[in-house]
């Protein structure tokens, strides 16, 4: 079982940057796919970005030449660096995490559906 806790969530005026960290607990595996997502009030989950074990990455449109995903394994964190930040990106973040595969195609990696684990999410307001 693997637990997921997100932080560095907050309110930032546009323009600013905000990185976000999420935290990994419990079995660790070789091979993983790993997530971020966001959802705003009324609308749909979308993804934001994933990274798996083998280093690669994957962003949303959405966020391309804004973010960068990145992680610390020795600290089992995975972080969402956001820059440029827009009244748009304002959302709850969500963390997520699958195991024993890496992420696969860019349209698996930016689906919820592919992703078991999942933390309760972080804050984000821009206004």
């Known amino acids: 079982h693997v637990q997921l806790v997100e932080s560095g969530g907050g309110s930032v005026q546009a323009g600013g940057s905000l990185r976000l960290s999420c935290v990994s607990s419990?079995?660790?595996?070789?091979?993983?796919?790993m997530g971020w997502f966001r959802q705003a009030p009324g609308k749909e989950r979308e993804g934001v970005g994933s990274?798996?074990?083998?280093?690669?990455?994957v962003r949303a449109d959405s966020v391309m030449g804004r973010a960068t995903i990145s992680q610390v394994s020795a600290k089992n964190t995975l972080y969402l660096q956001l820059n440029s930040l827009k009244p748009e990106d304002t959302a709850v973040y969500y963390c997520?995490?699958?195991?024993?595969?890496?992420?696969?195609?860019?349209?698996?990696?930016?689906?919820?559906?592919?992703?078991?684990?999942w933390g309760r999410g972080t804050q984000v307001t821009v206004s």
């Open positions: 997520a995490a699958t195991f024993e595969n890496r992420c696969g195609s860019r349209s698996s990696a930016l689906d919820y559906n592919e992703y078991l684990s």
């Open positions: 419990g079995v660790k595996y070789i091979r993983y796919c």
């Open positions: 990274l798996d074990s083998d280093g690669g990455t």
